[in-house]
């Protein structure tokens, strides 16, 4: 038979969908699994969008542009001036997902074997997106005592090498939820500058923070034109995950011309999906404002039911719509699977993240997991109670 590349061998497997089988298995079973793995929003699509969709009149899907239509990025624009970022259409570049326009950034500005430095936890998929580049992930780690706040400078400029051509963010982040403050990215800015490596900036979570403003975009950073690349998506802003849409924006022309050559190569950004995408900037603020105010009620119901069980530490997030919390187990990964596998309370089990998955140093995170409150408040109080008991039960728990 012949053998598989190296390359394919190097894929992980993603830490939130590995446990699928025994959540399933549960399933079977009779068990009501509490889905607390992954970032779904139970939150309903603008109806705007769906209408927009519903009522299409189009005889013909035909390809888009290859840099998406340019009514849909005209208003992209007009949508980023709104959130304070002064940017023109010909700035945007319509992706395929949030995804493809990180895999577009890091194959645009680094090459084979060049290194991109990432606080750590990270979002698992970054591993993938690396390796399908060929380029290296060097983290820097946060420390959930300091409630995963963004490491010190000094820690960046001790992970810069000769490989290095990037740092890159995510703000609100993905797991933590944490919210850089903006002296944090103006510390991160000036070293970027220093040293003259791209910053890239993950800001798919922007409209999701609790303490009354929005996240900063690092294009509202003085200095940072020939350096800064957002990555967007509709996904989780309008809980559109299944629509595929995203946007690769940056003022670097040098950039925008190299991605475009990825952009044309995968022919289009669906048609279809950037209709709904489009109709989606017609959501009010009321939208955001309603799920501000539930995700905050869920993000207390959860940290705070947390941090009443003896041995749990958990970082109230600022921001997205996940948390961390540190365990009294000796291994997330064998919990996680354990509590799917031979556990549930009065009918009910929980599925959740291990941690591991989400830190590129080996033995990092070995008792965090990661959730996502993104179910109605009396599912999160059903799941604090399960994990309640089955830390006193889990034969791995610890002191």
Not at 13 to 21: E, T, V
Not at 28 to 45: C, F, K, S, Y
Not at 226 to 254: F, Q
Request: aromatic content about 8%.
């Amino acid at each position: 038979m012949p053998d598989i590349s190296a390359k394919g061998k190097a894929m992980p497997d993603s830490p939130i969908r590995k446990l699928a089988p025994f959540a399933n298995a549960a399933k079977e079973r009779g068990t009501h699994v509490i889905h607390l793995n992954i970032g779904q929003p139970d939150i309903a699509t603008p109806e705007v969008a769906m209408d927009a969709v519903r009522n299409l009149d189009r005889t013909v899907l035909e390809y888009s542009p290859s840099e998406g239509f340019a009514r849909y990025r005209e208003r992209l624009a007009g949508y980023y001036n709104g959130v304070g970022v002064d940017i023109s259409a010909d700035e945007v570049l319509v992706t395929t997902g949030g995804s493809e326009a990180l895999v577009f950034a890091f194959m645009s500005c680094l090459d084979a074997g060049d290194e991109v430095i990432i606080p750590e936890p990270f979002y698992a998929n970054y591993n993938g997106f690396a390796t399908l580049a060929g380029i290296n992930i060097v983290p820097v780690t946060a420390r959930i005592e300091d409630g995963f706040a963004l490491p010190p400078m000094e820690a960046f400029e001790r992970a810069i090498t000769d490989r290095t051509k990037a740092i890159l963010i995510c703000n609100p982040g993905n797991p933590t939820g944490t919210k850089y403050p903006d002296s944090a990215l103006e510390s991160l800015s000036a070293l970027v500058k220093e040293k003259d490596l791209f910053l890239f900036a993950d800001e798919v979570y922007r409209e999701f923070t609790y303490d009354g403003s929005n996240a900063r975009s690092i294009l509202t950073v003085p200095g940072l034109e020939n350096h800064a690349v957002v990555v967007d998506s509709v996904s989780k802003r309008y809980s559109m995950c299944g629509a595929r849409i995203g946007a690769l924006v940056t003022r670097n022309p040098e950039v925008r011309r190299t991605a475009m050559k990825f952009a044309m190569a995968r022919l289009s950004p669906p048609t279809l999906a950037q209709v709904a995408a489009e109709a989606a900037l017609d959501t009010p603020g009321s939208y955001f404002d309603e799920v501000r105010s539930s995700y905050r009620e869920r993000r207390d119901a959860l940290v705070d039911g947390l941090a009443a069980i003896d041995g749990v530490t958990c970082p109230k997030p600022g921001g997205a719509f996940y948390a961390v919390a540190k365990l009294p187990i000796d291994d997330a990964d064998a919990f996680c699977q354990w509590i799917l596998e031979s556990f549930e309370h009065e009918g009910a089990t929980v599925m959740m993240a291990p941690n591991t998955g989400f830190y590129a140093t080996p033995g990092l995170g070995k008792q965090e997991v990661r959730m996502a409150y993104v179910l109605e408040r009396d599912e999160i109080e059903k799941a604090v109670t399960c994990l309640r008991a089955a830390l006193a039960a889990y034969p791995g728990a610890v002191k």
